[in-house]
């Protein structure tokens, strides 16, 4: 009996020692689950300052992992980021300076002194994606939501995604309410009958909600995939107009807003309530699968907030206390939240303040463990890892200097480039080849132009400023011969 006894014994701990090293190699890999929301303002967090919106989840989020505050765009649009995201390549080393619809040859027209460049539309298909080397690695890759990376020809199955829901070439829905019947939108989702459906995250019973249909499909592949290691890219598209939010969210921040509030927009608040809501879903879903302890978490978002009249709305996003919005290279247009948290890695709750910017994502995520990099031996790098900061916010990277080239016109601004370097940051307009210097830790809302205080410095920047523009090969806008002065 002693010994059946003792063989029942040593085959439990045989079994679980086996148990414990299948777990480990299950956690070999680490999953990536990479949030990335539209036209979402730096400030429109509640841990960021906004006084009206209220997002718990995200909040927690940075509690648990690394927040940055000098995290931006490589553009002030969505196109031009995304591509910077899935390549770690400058958009103006892509010749992907705007977004998909408006991309190729500018029509001249009277109104614009310069004329933009020719641009490219469709991430070319022999440029070395994120999501490919993930692929290559074993990994499953899906992508949910919004694309806007090109033409059918160049969706995100064409770029290294196993699956793709949703994503397609248009920038944003005609509605967020299925069954999602604008022409533009039913267009969109045509080929994709499951969006279709009624999200079961429908606990008011109301129509289903385009982020809660997104968040459905994602939480359906973290329960599939938790047994393999997987790269999810959920890029919703809120916030980006139409201003929709539900009903009942509406009348609850409705009725919060008061006089002398940064943010008043009620209906907007709504909507940034229900991404928190569905980054909520995501985290819970992590943890219910088990994979907490192996799954990076990235949240960003691809420009700054909309600003200006939409509707019976004076503006959209209010990105106080930083100036401009979406389009503009004035820090409301491309400095965006960031939140990290890499098990094992960052340290819960901390803060960096190092500025960083979105072609650092693919050199960063390229520090995993087992990922095949032999792809990369001649692929252009931007961007460079932020593992160094992830570790000890506090220390710093090799690297003082970011650029941002928008050679086009947009509702905030005409034909730009800007260049920061340590807390100096420098604007070039190509139309009056004027310049604008700021020191954004004194004056971080940029009202006080001291190119004319510190000429010498300002003239080292632009110089640095033409010499990269010339290493990138970016395009320049030009003469437009159409154009009709006002005064004429």
């Not at 300052?49 to 718990?56: A, F, K, M, N, Y």
């Not at 490919?132 to 899906?142: D, P």
């Not at 109301?206 to 290691?229: H, R």
Request: charged residues 20%.
């Amino acid at each position: 009996m002693r010994n059946i006894r003792n063989t029942i014994l040593g085959c439990l701990f045989v079994f679980f020692i086996m148990a414990q090293v299948l777990a480990q190699g299950k956690n070999e890999k680490l999953n990536v689950v990479f949030i990335l929301a539209d036209d979402l303002g730096w400030s429109d967090l509640s841990g960021y300052g906004s006084d009206l919106h209220e997002t718990p989840n995200l909040d927690g989020l940075a509690e648990q992992g690394l927040k940055f505050t000098n995290a931006y765009a490589a553009a002030p649009i969505c196109t031009p980021t995304r591509a910077s995201i899935m390549t770690g390549k400058f958009p103006a080393r892509l010749h992907m300076t705007t977004w998909h619809e408006n991309a190729g040859t500018a029509t001249p027209n009277s109104k614009d002194k310069l004329l933009p460049p020719a641009t490219i539309g469709n991430l070319p298909l022999e440029e070395s994606t994120i999501a490919e080397i993930f692929q290559e690695s074993g990994y499953f890759t899906a992508h949910i939501g919004k694309w806007h990376l090109g033409d059918a020809a160049h969706y995100p199955q064409t770029q290294g995604f196993d699956v793709n829901i949703g994503g397609t070439m248009w920038g944003a829905p005609d509605t967020y309410w299925s069954p999602f019947r604008g022409q533009k939108f039913q267009k969109q989702y045509r080929y994709i009958p499951d969006l279709m459906q009624e999200s079961s995250y429908d606990k008011n019973k109301e129509p289903s909600y385009l982020t809660d249909v997104l968040t459905d499909k994602a939480v359906q592949i973290i329960k599939e995939k938790s047994n393999v290691p997987f790269f999810l890219n959920l890029w919703y598209h809120t916030v980006h107009t139409p201003i929709e939010g539900k009903p009942k969210l509406v009348e609850y921040y409705k009725k919060k807003v008061k006089a002398g509030m940064k943010d008043q927009n009620y209906e907007y608040a709504a909507m940034v309530a229900s991404l928190d809501e569905n980054v909520g879903r995501i985290l819970n879903a992590i943890e219910e699968a088990g994979i907490t302890n192996n799954t990076i978490i990235i949240f960003f978002s691809d420009n700054g907030g909309r600003v200006g009249k939409y509707k019976d709305w004076k503006t959209v996003a209010n990105n106080y206390p930083l100036r401009s919005g979406k389009g503009s290279l004035y820090e409301g247009g491309i400095r965006e939240p960031l939140i990290i948290k890499w098990p094992g890695i960052t340290k819960a709750g901390s803060n960096c303040d190092y500025p960083v910017i979105s072609n650092d994502f693919y050199p960063t995520l390229m520090e995993i463990p087992g990922l095949d990099k032999t792809q990369l031996k001649n692929s252009q790098q931007d961007g460079i890892s932020l593992m160094p900061l992830l570790k000890n916010p506090k220390s710093h990277l090799d690297r003082e200097t970011l650029f941002w080239h928008s050679p086009h016109y947009y509702t905030t601004t005409s034909p730009v480039s800007a260049i920061r370097k340590d807390n100096w940051k420098l604007i070039h307009y190509f139309e009056d080849d004027h310049l604008e210097l700021y020191k954004l830790d004194k004056d971080l809302g940029e009202k006080n132009n001291l190119a004319d205080t510190y000429p010498d410095r300002a003239n080292i920047l632009y110089k640095e400023l033409k010499t990269w523009r010339n290493n990138v090969n970016a395009q320049l806008p030009s003469f437009n011969p159409l154009f009709i002065p006002n005064n004429w």
